[in-house]
């Protein structure tokens, strides 16, 4: 398959899925296992979900929560979590993102893919978030269930990653399902009076906290 062809396809798959038009070539629902024991499951976040203002809150609300760790601080609101969910996720044309619901189809947490590069075949891990108190490591089976969707839909040649270099327990998650760190960013913060935004530092600026690069390899 060329590199157009491999493109048109993934585009489409995504953009079905988001808009709950039917897709043969992939499920929207992904059950998680924990040593043969299904602990809860990962479900397509779609189009319907605008209209459930419950989830908008609980988004914003984890967002606050853990914005030490997302690349921009800023106050965080149900409007401006509904816009992002809109735009920046369900006519992103190439992210998608999964909740992560226990058995009792409760949200937990969320994780997704984003930033395709068709060319060379490989998209990142996103938005990795455990929001509420759940089975102890939920997060290790969870992430393996969604990256097995991920190579079985996509296959790419590599998955890709990056967390602050400071976050340990997400690192030692990662690794657990086998990424393995390849590089490092130094970042800088762009502070106004709204928001905080972590950006690559300039040539010869040192850096205030680091993004560190992890990428799994299917065939290795």
């Given amino acids: ?116 590069n068709f060319a060379e075949r490989h998209c990142e891990i996103d938005n990795v978030v455990r929001g509420e108190a759940a089975k102890p490591g939920i997060m290790t089976p969870a992430l393996q269930a969604l990256m097995r969707w991920g190579l079985d839909v996509f296959q790419p040649a590599e998955l890709r990653l990056s967390t602050y270099a400071e976050n340990d327990k997400a690192i030692s998650l990662y690794k657990r399902c086998g990424f393995e760190p390849y590089d490092k960013t130094p970042l800088v913060a762009s502070r106004t009076p709204e928001r905080v935004d972590w950006v690559p530092a300039k040539a010869g600026q040192e850096g205030e906290r680091y993004s560190l690069w992890m990428r799994f390899k299917p065939n290795q």
Wanted: charge should be neutral.
């Fill in 1 to 116: 398959m060329n590199v157009s062809s491999y493109e048109t396809d993934i585009l489409e798959i995504l953009h079905n899925i988001k808009h709950q038009i039917p897709e043969t070539r992939a499920h929207t629902l992904i059950p998680v296992y924990d040593n043969g024991v299904r602990v809860a499951h990962l479900r397509l976040i779609t189009s319907a979900d605008l209209g459930r203002p419950e989830l908008i809150q609980l988004l914003a609300k984890w967002r606050t929560v853990h914005e030490h760790w997302f690349p921009a601080q800023f106050k965080v609101t149900a409007e401006g979590t509904k816009r992002w969910l809109e735009l920046g996720v369900l006519e992103c044309k190439d992210r998608i993102l999964f909740m992560l619901e226990d058995e009792r189809n409760q949200p937990i947490g969320h994780m997704g893919f984003y930033r395709f």
